[in-house]
């Protein structure tokens, strides 16, 4: 009677297993601008580190649903953690921007002897489906040789194509190539000075 009982028991289990399904999670990654490299350069750059706020600090994707409130979407994720993403698409957008190979992730090896350094703080890095991606970066330029430095702030606020997440994460795609370029522009400044 009690291996019937537990037999009968394992198939109820098994028929509620097999019915309760969780959708798959699906990850995002941000990416650099393609385009066309400028002339051949032999500058050097570090780009780091770069902050995030603590609210968008984490591998969901926060999303804007409603005046002072988010969702956390739990199946929608980036790939990576966001200062890393951040950092690396604005490295990939500077190769092709300044024209050379030699820009590098602080706090690499090679980022130690770069002529440029770009320190990156994000203050908003908003989501709201269907409508925009938000990004305000406060940013400094320093030059290695005399510690002169520029400091910026890129404020851009791109609508998304779509009304999924890879249009969102497109749209933060072509944020951080404004980024990108606001801190190509303060390199070549600081070049001519």
Known sequence: MRRLAAL???????TLAAGCSTPNAK????????????SPSNLSASVGPVTVPASVDRPQIVVITGPNQVLLDEFNRWDAPLQNSIARVVVENLVVMLGTPRVTMFPQTLAAGADYRAVIEV?????????????????????AKDGKSQTGRTTVTEPPAG???????????????????????????????
């Open 27 to 38: 990850f995002y990654s941000l990416t650099a601008a393609p385009g066309p490299a400028t």
């Open 123 to 143: 203050q908003r890095f908003d989501s709201t489906l269907g409508s925009a991606a938000t990004l305000d970066a406060v940013w400094t330029v320093t030059r």
């Open 163 to 193: 009304q999924d997440y890879g249009a969102l994460a497109a749209a933060h795609s072509r944020s951080l190539t404004r980024l990108s370029q606001d801190i190509a522009d303060a390199i070549k400044a600081l070049g001519g000075s």
């Open 8 to 14: 009968a028991i394992a198939c109820v289990l098994a």
